[in-house]
């Protein structure tokens, strides 16, 4: 059972609130948090880039990496959207077992 944080942002709250639907619905996440708007500062096809985006983050188990990734790729309007995990090494016992019953058996 290894929990990961992942971590996505949205140019949108609409958007990442549909993301986060899908998920949800898909049991394919415990929970996702939409966090407040924040300014991105990038390098992208040799320009320096400013924009707005919602960060993204998605509390779920490494093996639905893999469809959490299919769905945001086919929902997100970036060329190249930011999609990367983190695992997590520690946390409170009883949240860990929380998230893996959430997503166990169920996608």
Aim: charged residues 20%; aromatic residues 6%.
């Amino acid at each position: 059972m290894e929990v990961i944080l992942i971590i996505t942002n949205f140019p949108d709250k609409t958007s990442a609130l549909t993301l986060a639907q899908k998920l949800i619905e898909r049991r394919a996440a415990a929970c996702i948090n939409i966090l407040a708007e924040s300014t991105s500062i990038y390098r992208w096809q040799g320009e320096t880039e400013v924009s707005n985006e919602i960060p993204v983050l998605i509390k779920t188990l490494a093996k639905h990496y893999r469809v959490i990734e299919e769905i945001i790729k086919a929902i997100h309007p970036y060329e190249l959207p930011e999609i990367i995990a983190v695992p997590v090494k520690l946390g409170l016992p009883a949240y860990i077992q929380w998230v893996a019953d959430e997503v166990t058996n169920h996608s």
